[in-house]
């Protein structure tokens, strides 16, 4: 380590202690002859007093401009009465510098990491490096992490394994699009990145797993109107041998759990439901806000229950499925898969709402062979069309495939929420703008004729 | 939960309880009248006992058949002398049924699950389903997650976070080859996957994050002789303000913290190092299995260092780096960038080998942006070519970036290795053959000429 401490490190303790401290510097200020700078890092800032002499060095901190990376070595001092800082944990002391290097210096920035500056969203993707650094970002992504470990954690404990699933697989109808990947080794064949590991955690419960769980990146090619992005994550939960009531405890022991752990907030368990019906008749809206939401005030939790297995489709003239083809339909509703009152049958799902915004979603699987061909038979969908989408899954329920269900939370939707930010973009570290383009990459690039050739495609060229 | 034990929990504290058992039939053996079958989940096997009597029961258990799902009422009892099992936990007891109910039935199995048969591996892809269930395939997926989730601990503790990468992401020039993502609506554009989080990582350390990790899937599109898979998974790890050492240590502390806690092996550390032309010398490969390695005896980890910066190809007449561009040479090599002796320079990376197979790589970065041009200008990329390929990383370096260091390590080896893989398929839940095709799901797979008009690509006819 070429530093002994870090910049949120040094206090009272530390008086008169030689120390080496590198960082970025947050801003310079000349006091006469006397030159004071805070030194930040990830951890805090200390405040670096330079002496008028020896004028050497005196003459090299005059150089110092924000956002230098330094480092330096010097003495822990108590700072003077009156001039400490109680407000951070670095603030009664400063280090007295007796040797300077700049690491690397900075150019002029496109804007300043002030945190009462506004910042162009523009600005603020093209060169997010700086607008990382802003300690109020800096914050939420440690946040982002100590929610993420402490998910982990709970569910460990609760025996669930966390198993990785096909990032590179086959493309499924499930309403939105697919991004496709051209395959050079099977030219003009196509992989398709998933939406949802929803199949693959199917196919784990079949594989007797009992418990999954995977914090996995999931892809959407709409168009990106409102907070949305192509890329984002999703907790995604299964298990196997429970019921509807089981994965809902289950979540509100876990946000309960990582809701304290991280944030000291208490969540009053179980969260309050509501039917679909009722919450459209009585909120306009499947996913209320309600009055008077016992769970705390800044948390209004909420399940939404009892939706419709399906919807009919007006443009298309077609039934579909509210959540997904496999989601169960409740036992009252399983005998009239075969009549005409389609509206009226009910799914064993559940939506989970906070604030007003959906955040999960989930719901008991269809677990037989039967009932699932019911399904896509009011859905539309051929024998031959659910044999190349999904044969994959229905085949695996020939060898034995236990009751399973599960659950999926967007993380991105939840911590936005937690962090108070305007948008989902502040809790990615690298976001794509709304037409999909990443400003700091230039993602999506042009590729050369040759790539394509290779890929056994070209480009439709303009009439 | 509609059980109340799962199949690895019973044992004498339990006799005479009445418990709800589900799982699948790993066998069953008729003796006389009495049924005996093997009731199997991810936590173990129990005993069930089917008397005679009721003859309604005992008809309906003599229809039972291997990978059967069941749930069965029954009481526990302690199993008659010398027909305990004491190779297992519930070994001592039996469960004697009182209530049996199929929750889904099995077609005849394509293999048998027994672990000494052999299976043909394109069945165990095929019907992957099937290979997962066994017991000791299964034990090496909760291995593969407490090792993943030991090694977010550790660095956890050490206040590594973890930040996500974008998986849609920029073509790259690192050798090998990018997969490509047609982009809807930035048609004729393409997003590419990432071969690893090299440059967000370095990003990372700019922006201040100081220490980061990912487990993180990476992806390459090359022809996939020996053991490789398309996509693949990383321990991603970089940080600020270190050097050489502190890396190595770091690892080294990891993978002892790792190994105890979870396997129970004592590493013994720090673990010896070679360097590059020692091992071509000596042991004529650059990634030796040394006699006499004291780490472990059955884990033989070595370093090799102080590898040569460039290599020459000779076919295409022209330097190219030995790890990739932003490697940094030694410092006395620094002066050497402007010379003749190219082949003398060397780097301050490091590979890590076990057992003869490298397991990990890396380096002390590139932080100054002429050396970093240097580098560039001798392996021929001209500034047009650095600026649209990694114009953004060096945009970044003109803001203050920190001296950085990080390696990455390829879990699938490393888990193969510690599992005694043949291949680093049987860790991966859902891999790919050696041409790029899931068996299981059929991927790659076609796609209409609808879906390819939107964005704005078409298939080479045949000529």
Redo the contacts between chains.
């Keep these: 380590?070429?530093?002994t401490h870090?910049c949120g490190q040094l206090n009272e303790k530390k008086i008169n202690e030689k120390v080496v401290l590198?960082g970025?510097?947050a801003s310079r200020r000349d006091h006469g002859k006397i030159i004071f700078v805070d030194l930040?890092?990830?951890?805090g800032i200390t405040q670096l007093i330079f002496l008028p002499k020896p004028e050497e060095l005196s003459s090299k901190a005059k150089k110092i401009r924000s956002?230098?990376?330094v480092?330096i070595k010097g003495v822990v001092n108590k700072r003077p009465a009156k001039t400490e800082n109680p407000n951070i944990p670095t603030g009664l002391v400063e280090v007295c510098v007796e040797e300077l290097e700049f690491?690397?210096?900075?150019?002029e920035?496109p804007f300043e990491l002030d945190k009462d500056k506004e910042v162009s969203k523009e600005l603020t993707l093209l060169?997010?490096?700086?607008y990382?650094?802003k300690p109020e970002v800096?914050k939420k992504?440690?946040l982002?992490?100590k929610l993420?470990?402490n998910v982990?954690e709970f569910l460990?404990k609760k025996e669930f394994?966390?198993?990785?699933?096909?990032?590179?697989?086959?493309?499924t109808p499930e309403g939105a699009?697919d991004?496709?990947?051209?395959?050079?080794?099977?030219p003009?064949?196509?992989?398709?990145?998933p939406q949802s590991p929803q199949?693959?955690k199917q196919?784990?419960m079949?594989?007797?797993?009992?418990k999954y769980y995977q914090i996995a990146?999931c892809?959407r090619?709409e168009?990106?109107r409102k907070d949305r992005q192509?890329?984002f994550?999703q907790l995604d939960i299964e298990a196997?041998?429970?019921?509807e009531d089981?994965v809902l405890k289950l979540t509100e022991e876990m946000l309960a759990s990582v809701f304290f752990q991280v944030l000291g907030v208490k969540l009053k368990t179980p969260f309050p439901r509501i039917s679909y019906q009722d919450a459209l008749e009585k909120y306009k809206t499947d996913k209320p806000d309600i009055e008077n939401n016992p769970v705390s005030g800044d948390y209004r939790f909420l399940w939404v229950v009892g939706f419709p297995l399906f919807e009919y489709n007006q443009e298309d003239k077609r039934w579909q499925s509210l959540h997904h083809p496999f989601t169960a339909p409740d036992s009252e509703s399983v005998e009239g898969l075969g009549g005409n009152n389609l509206a009226q049958l009910k799914s064993r799902s559940y939506d989970l709402v906070l604030n007003g915004e959906e955040i999960g979603s989930g719901s008991v699987r269809i677990?037989?062979t039967e009932i699932q061909k019911k399904v896509f038979e009011i859905l539309g969908i051929s024998s031959e069309e659910a044999e190349?989408k999904f044969?994959?899954l229905l085949?695996?329920?020939?060898?034995?495939?236990?009751?399973h269900a599960g659950i999926a939370f967007g993380l991105d939707r939840l911590y936005a929420i937690i962090t108070k930010s305007e948008s989902i973009r502040d809790v990615?570290?690298?976001p794509?703008t709304q037409?999909?383009?990443?400003p700091?990459?230039?993602?999506?690039?042009?590729?050369s004729e040759n790539?394509?050739?290779e890929?056994?495609?070209?480009?439709?060229e303009e009439e």
């Design positions: 380590m070429i530093r870090n590198c970025w510097v930040r890092d990830r951890y956002e230098d990376v480092k690491l690397s210096r900075s150019e920035l060169h997010r490096y700086l990382l650094r800096t992504f440690i982002r992490h993420n470990q982990r460990n394994l966390e198993i990785e699933t096909p990032i590179l697989t086959k493309s699009r991004f496709l990947v051209p395959s050079r080794l099977q003009k064949k196509f992989y398709a990145l199949l693959f196919i784990l079949v594989s007797g797993f009992d990146r892809f090619d168009d990106l192509p890329e994550t196997s041998f429970l019921e089981d677990h037989s190349e044969g994959f085949r695996s329920f020939k060898f034995g495939v236990p009751p990615i570290a690298f794509k037409r999909g383009i990443s700091l990459t230039g993602a999506p690039g042009p590729v790539q394509l050739k890929l056994g495609i070209k480009k439709i």
